[in-house]
């Protein structure tokens, strides 16, 4: 069982910027890919970026290209959402995922598909407002 942990989220002035960060409870994340989804009231569940396991692979939402930046430190155990310029249509609920089915194969894998992901945490609240 993995379990997920985010933090960071918060209420953040449209320009402004906010990381979020992902990690396990019990172990870490060296070996599977992540992914972030934001989900905003009433709404579905959207794709934001991913990361591979080898931490050489990167996906981007269109939305968000130039804005967010996601990246990770296999020898420890977070995954980062850094989040810059935000926007009013940016406030969501945002949650990471991991990808446990991983081969050396797939080390540079980054889904963007959310039926993809084996674990999610439970997501922080961003609010972008003035």
């Known amino acids: 069982q993995v379990h997920l942990v985010e933090s960071g989220g918060g209420l953040v002035q449209p320009g402004g910027s906010l990381t979020l960060s992902c990690a396990t409870s019990?172990?870490?994340?060296?070996?599977?890919?992540v992914g972030w989804f934001l989900q905003a009231p009433g709404k579905e569940r959207e794709f934001v970026a991913a990361?591979?396991?080898?931490?050489?692979?990167?996906k981007y939402a269109n939305s968000v290209k130039g804005r967010f930046t996601i990246s990770r430190d296999n020898a420890k155990n977070p995954v980062y959402l850094r989040m810059d310029s935000l926007k009013p249509e940016d406030t969501a609920v945002y949650s990471c995922?991991?990808?446990?089915?991983?081969?050396?194969?797939?080390?540079?894998?980054?889904?963007?598909?959310?039926?993809?992901?084996?674990?999610w945490g439970q997501g922080p609240q961003v609010t972008v407002s003035a």
């Open positions: 995922a991991a990808d446990i089915n991983n081969t050396y194969a797939d080390r540079h894998k980054t889904p963007d598909a959310d039926h993809e992901y084996d674990y």
């Open positions: 019990g172990g870490i994340l060296t070996y599977y890919a």
């Open positions: 990361i591979s396991w080898s931490g050489y692979g990167f």
